[in-house]
Nanobody
Framework: QVQLVESGGGLVQAGGPLRVSCAASGSISSANTMGWYRQAPGKQRELVAIITRFGSTNYAEFVRGRFTISRDNAKNTVYLQMNSLKPEETAVYYC?????????WGQGTQVTVSS
């Protein structure tokens, strides 16, 4: 079993940057994919960005060009650099690791973007 712990959330002004981190208790290099999702109040959880074990990345259209997902295998940590944040991106940001047939989720970190 893998435990994921997100950190780095907080309050940021619209247009500002923020980086959130996801630390894994196990090796992230053995995960098929590591991803970031978010869930705003009253809305469904949605995919933000994903990175494969080979380093390929994919982004939701609404963050492409502003967000960057990256990984540090030595630290077993995945990052999400978020730039030009918008108030409507206020949400709990979750990390997910997909290991074969198993998916693991973190507890989430709150990101609040003030206007």
């Amino acid at each position: 079993q893998v435990q994921l712990v997100e950190s780095g959330g907080g309050l940021v002004q619209a247009g500002g940057p923020l980086r959130v981190s996801c630390a894994a208790s196990g090796s992230i290099s053995s995960a098929n994919t590591m991803g970031w999702y978010r869930q705003a109040p009253g809305k469904q959880r949605e995919l933000v960005a994903i990175i494969t074990r080979f380093g390929s990345t994919n982004y939701a259209e609404f963050v492409r060009g502003r967000f960057t997902i990256s990984r540090d295998n030595a630290k077993n940590t995945v990052y999400l650099q978020m730039n030009s944040l918008k108030p409507e991106e206020t949400a709990v940001y979750y990390c997910k690791g997909s290991y074969g047939i198993w998916d693991y989720w973190g507890q989430g970190t709150q990101v609040t973007v003030s206007s």
